[in-house]
């Protein structure tokens, strides 16, 4: 048996709705009027600086959200890029927006026209500004590159998810000396972006992004919820490594967490029976 | 009651009455959006974000038969299908935006369009020759000498070569980015560069040679060495540069990427909930 | 101490086209020149190797061969050197693709080394060619294999193939080993059936990440890139491809080493020769 429902593991299907209880109940309290402290982000400061060196130097900004697929980062890659091209737009800097992906695409089509139109600058958007390269991994590498190296850009921003090509996109931006901030959840590229960028984001500070951009009451809330969910799991951590630790690995106890099977495990666990 | 059998000829009016109704819950949803004010669109939008998520949620969370189904599962698969669909028509839509960008280039003759015309003549010879070999292969068009030796030259000695040369860029990369970066210039600077370089003697056959050959470290632990874990040799098997690479990537790789992957798996779910809800504003 | 300055200021700002142009010379010398270095086994490999072991002829695997020509340097060897492992341990072997350029690279490479140990398409192993969806042909997979792929590279219907006597989902295998650039083993430990022995073959980058399901006991054994194809070559007592590879990796890996001692050297004496 896999597990492809609640039912095959109890335990999840409980950490899932605890989660999600925890995120909503605190998006609740922020819309109510709850203060919410948020700390600083350097790397998130460093955005404004980067894109008023662009304008200085009259070279443009890439934006990549990498090989990401369209789902709930590209979501986030594009809302982060989104709030870049806002600020983009007030000093009329060009841009560019490679994706690797066709309906990230199609989706930042629309959100970078959005954002020129929030902005209050219609007349900058320029389709071709949007790019999709390929879906390849290392021909979309190479177009990067190539369009990092031709074009000589002054800021670079890679916020999604990457695989081996990251330090491609990192070490040519630092040949043509653009200042870089790299986020991303892909924790085997974050050595490569912390030694070639400027500024590194890792892992749930790039969800925290948004957050910490738009200070709005939702994403805080939101944030406030993960963090508290993040107590609940080490708190688990330590019951667990005492009760392993004090009862032993053939406890009940020990092999009902360890292994926890469907409801009828859980339910024979707590009331017993067969 | 999710998938029809299309051979019968129920199956097909079936087809026919759910393409024809979508059509018009396509071109009726059009102007039902343009009358509606922002709001009204919005919460509508918000509301088909929430039953097609629904779907997917719900099914998770139902109870399941013996076989491990509930009665949602079933929709699952041409759910997903749909999506697959979706992207097939979104890469025709990238490729026709790459396409028309660099005819522009060309024929208005902007700056450097001579790549343009290397990338339309490639992508239009790799195009040719792998439809032809398609279309071969399921015996619709002839396998010619032609087609085999062009499909040779194009995929096995141009593009496999690139895209080995791609990556192998990543190892020079990695040189230059290492020498300027690994240096004691701060205490997390130097942390980084003394574990780098660690890792980097332990795993390859470097860490073997100075620790096996020339300090003579043991190889293997024995019984007496567990007995005895502060002795000696213990002390040296364990100081090993394989084995303090192999300890870094174990006791402290791991363990910080299991925080990470909370972190992340945390603030993934709770971005989903809020796509689904409609919570998040970000895009839209 | 001024030709000193300089010596080390130039030291700290060379050119990185003098550093890439070592390195290749490094690499091209490592490569050509025959010199044996020694190998330990290390635990994860000793653990991919001894779980295959375990296998009795007859036994069914599942191979996903999901790596491009990117990245032919080191899931190559990783896939030779098991292909010829399950063809000495006599057990039928059946390859699954995710990405539509491996079926061709992974069929074609199989084809070539199965002619060794003289084992026939169709009956001894097969190639059920590109799947589109990683997850959803895994679930597939798991409930019902020749409903969801239908037929092999070859056109033949799945259940067809004597080589899928007896097998009708996931269920019916020992294992699956995933030989892999991108982080798709977390579907497979996520989705396959509980008994399914899931083994990892990615490259070096990708290796970091999987130490978690390593320490759990969800990935039973690994083979870490080229270095982990020539430590396997070796308990296989057969040379392949990984041997020299990871010869030429490891003289690199002890240049770079020299150059980020340089470099520090170069550092600090130019900041000694400042303060001076």
New interface residues.
């Given amino acids: ?8 593991n109890w335990f999840s ?1 409980i950490i ?1 709705a605890l ?2 209880t925890a ?2 109940l605190n ?1 609740a309290r922020a819309k109510a009027g709850a203060q919410l402290y948020i700390r600083r982000i350097p790397g998130l400061d460093a955005i404004d600086e980067a894109i008023g060196r662009s304008t200085e130097m009259g070279r443009p900004v890439t934006m990549i959200p990498g090989l990401t ?2 789902g ?2 590209a ?2 890659s ?2 982060i890029f ?1 709030y870049i091209t806002k600020q983009i737009a007030k000093f009329v800097t060009p841009m560019r927006l490679l ?1 690797a ?3 990230v ?3 930042a089509q ?2 970078i026209q ?1 954002a020129y139109n929030e902005a209050g600058r219609p007349d900058l958007y320029d ?2 500004n949007v ?3 390929s ?5 979309f ?2 177009g990067v590159a ?1 369009l990092l190296q ?1 074009e000589r850009v002054a800021a670079s921003f890679m916020f999604g998810e990457f ?3 990251s ?2 996109f ?2 040519t931006g ?2 043509v000396g653009a200042i870089q901030i790299a986020g991303t ?5 974050v ?2 972006f ?3 960028c400027d500024y590194t984001i ?3 500070e ?3 992004t ?1 957050a910490y951009l738009s200070r ?1 009451p ?2 805080l809330g ?1 944030l406030v ?2 963090d508290i ?2 107590l609940l ?1 080490i708190l688990i951590i330590i019951v667990g490594v005492i009760a392993a630790t004090t009862l032993g690995k053939d406890d009940e106890f020990i092999k009902l967490l360890g292994m926890p099977g469907g ?1 009828d495990a859980f339910w024979k666990a707590i009331f017993g029976g067969s | 009651m999710w998938q029809i059998e299309v051979g019968t000829t129920t199956g097909k009016v079936y087809v026919t009455l759910i393409v024809l109704a979508f059509l018009a819950l396509f071109l009726g949803f059009i102007p039902v959006m343009q009358a509606l004010p922002p709001r009204g669109r919005r919460a509508l939008i918000a509301l088909i974000t929430f039953f097609a998520g629904l779907v997917f949620a719900a ?6 038969d013996k076989k ?1 189904e ?1 009665w949602l599962s079933p929709a699952i698969d041409p759910a997903q299908n749909t999506l697959q669909i ?2 097939a028509m ?6 026709y ?2 396409i028309r ?1 660099h005819l ?1 280039n060309i024929v208005q003759q902007r700056s ?1 369009w001579g ?1 343009s015309v290397v990338l339309i003549v490639a992508f239009l010879t790799m195009g040719f020759f792998s439809v032809w070999k398609t279309l071969a292969e399921k015996g619709e068009l002839r396998q010619t000498e032609f087609l085999q030796k062009g499909f040779t030259l194009l995929f096995d000695n141009m593009l496999v070569p ?2 080995a040369t ?2 192998s ?2 190892a020079f ?2 040189f ?3 020498y ?3 240096r004691i210039r701060s205490i997390e600077a130097s942390i ?1 560069m003394f574990t ?1 370089m660690m890792v980097m003697i332990g795993i390859v056959s470097l860490g073997n040679i100075i620790s096996y050959s020339w300090l003579g470290l043991p190889i293997e632990q024995t019984a007496e060495m567990e007995q005895n874990p502060f002795s000696l040799r213990n002390i040296g098997y364990n100081l090993a540069l394989p084995r303090i690479a192999y300890w870094i990537l174990q006791a402290l790789n791991a363990p910080v ?1 299991r925080a ?5 798996g ?10 689904w809800l409609s ?5 839209t | 101490m001024m030709e000193q300055q300089t010596i080390w200021h130039r030291l700290l700002m060379i050119d ?1 086209r003098i550093l890439y142009l070592i390195l290749f010379v490094n690499i091209i010398i490592f490569l050509l020149i025959p010199v044996k270095v020694p190998t330990v086994t290390s635990p994860p490999v000793r653990k991919f190797y001894d779980t295959i072991e375990q296998l009795q002829p007859g036994d069914i695997v599942m191979v996903s061969s999901n790596w491009s020509a ?2 032919i340097g080191e899931n190559r060897p990783q896939l030779e050197a098991v292909i010829r492992h399950l063809m000495r341990k006599k057990v039928r072997f059946t390859v699954i693709s995710f990405d539509p ?1 491996a079926r061709d690279i992974s069929f074609r490479f199989i084809s070539r080394v199965t002619q060794e140990g003289g084992y026939q398409y169709g009956k001894d192993w097969a190639h059920f060619g590109f799947l589109p969806a990683l997850v959803a042909g895994i ?1 597939g997979m ?1 409930k019902d294999i020749p409903a969801t792929i239908k037929q092999d590279i070859k056109g033949t219907p799945i259940a067809q193939l004597p080589v899928m006597q007896g097998v009708k989902t996931l269920a019916d295998y020992k294992m699956v080993i995933d030989i892999t ?3 798709t083993v977390a579907a497979w430990i ?5 008994d399914l022995i899931v083994l990892f073959c990615p ?1 070096s ?2 290796a ?2 999987a130490y978690t399901f390593l320490d759990s006991g969800q990935v039973a054994g690994m083979l870490t890139g080229a270095i982990g194809a020539q430590e396997y070559e070796q308990l296989l007592q057969q040379e392949g491809l990984g041997t020299p590879f990871a010869k030429a990796i490891s003289f690199s890996h002890a240049l770079i080493i020299l150059f980020i001692i340089l470099g520090n050297i170069a550092l600090f004496m130019s900041r000694r020769a400042q303060g001076g």
């Fill in positions: 048996m896999s597990y492809q429902h609640a039912a095959d299907a899932i989660i999600a995120v909503l998006i697929a369209f709930v980062v979501v986030q594009l809302t989104k994706t992906d066709a309906t695409y199609a989706v629309e959100a959005d389709p071709d790019r999709f390269l879906d390849r991994q290392f021909a590498a190479s190539g031709r695989f081996a090509e330090l491609i990192a070490e630092n040949i959840i892909s924790f085997t590229q050595p490569f912390v030694v070639a890792i892992g749930d790039f969800y925290a948004s709005e939702v994403l939101s919820g993960q969910a993040k799991f409801w | 099914e998770f969370f139902l109870p399941v491990g509930n979706i992207g979104a890469l025709a839509l990238g490729t935006g790459l960008l522009r450097q790549y690139l895209e791609m990556f860029l990543i990369y990695i230059s980015a290492a300027r970066a690994f980084l780098a990427q990470i992957e909370f972190g992340v945390i603030a993934g779910l709770a971005m989903a909930i809020r796509l919570l998040e504003r970000g895009i | 990185r990117g990245t350029q679930k798991v650039p991108a982080g996520a989705y396959r059936p509980k490259t980058v990708m970091a990440e």
